[in-house]
T-cell receptor
Framework: DSGVTQTPKHLITATGQRVTLRCSPR?????VYWYQQSLDQGLQFLIQYYNGEERAKGNILERFSAQQFPDLHSELNLSSLELGDSALYFC?????????????FGQGTRLTVV | GESVGLHLPTLSVQEGDNSIINCAYS??????FIWYKQESGKGPQFIID???NMDKRQGQRVTVLLNKTVKHLSLQIAATQPGDSAVYFC??????????WGAGTKLIIKP
């Protein structure tokens, strides 16, 4: 158990809909990262938050947004969903902000858009 | 580089043999590298890291080698076991302190 909790584990929704994925980081970790992983592919970095502020942005679509709350949990909002958004979405957390410390990953949320 | 649309490279190794997983990185300014292991249905898990001022680092049954001249990273797993079956990702930290992930290599252990 990495200490990072993601909910829900599975999500099935229709095209055009909006969903919210939730992540609780490890206790004491200030950074939260969101990644997308399509079938049999690598991890695509979406966005990072550090202590409530957006720290870095990767290949995140405009239809997607995220935030980190004062209690450090984070939500990833995906809207106007398309079939191609079906993927595993991982959250990771780390102590620091600069990517030089080990990041711990959650189990992921498997999103299926039908 | 991007790996969209490509299948994962696969490495098949006999149980008990040593495995060597290779990774080419893109940025000569990258100063930190990590290997992660992702088992089926799970999130990636940290294995070992190395900083650019080193060329070798050893862990338990794993060794990471860094060749900065050719921008190449490798992960060696000694005496491969069935539990080593997974997808292995390398990641490099760029000058913006962000991790750039490789496409991954699927390791299959033959009994």
């Amino acid at each position: 158990d990495s200490g990072v909790t993601q909910t829900p584990k599975h999500l099935i929704t229709a095209t055009g809909q909006r969903v919210t994925l939730r992540c609780s980081p490890r206790s004491g970790d200030l950074s939260v990262y969101w990644y997308q992983q399509s079938l049999d592919q690598g991890l695509q970095f979406l966005i990072q938050y550090y202590n409530g502020e957006e720290r870095a942005k990767g290949n995140i679509l405009e239809r997607f947004s995220a935030q980190q709350f004062p209690d450090l949990h984070s939500e990833l909002n995906l809207s106007s969903l398309e079939l191609g958004d079906s993927a595993l979405y991982f959250c990771a957390s780390s102590v620091g902000a600069t990517g030089n410390t080990e990041a711990f990953f959650g189990q992921g949320t498997r999103l299926t858009v039908v | 580089g991007e790996s969209v649309g490509l299948h994962l490279p696969t490495l098949s190794v006999q149980e008990g043999d040593n495995s060597i997983i290779n990774c080419a990185y893109s940025n000569s300014a990258s100063d930190y590298f990590i290997w992660y292991k992702q088992e089926s249905g799970k999130g990636p898990q940290f294995i070992i890291d190395i900083r650019s001022n080193m060329d070798k680092r050893q862990g338990q049954r794993v060794t990471v080698l860094l060749n900065k001249t050719v921008k190449h990273l490798s992960l060696q797993i000694a005496a491969t076991q069935p539990g080593d079956s997974a997808v292995y990702f390398c990641a490099e930290r760029d000058s913006n302190y962000q991790l750039i992930w490789g496409a991954g290599t699927k390791l299959i252990i033959k009994p």
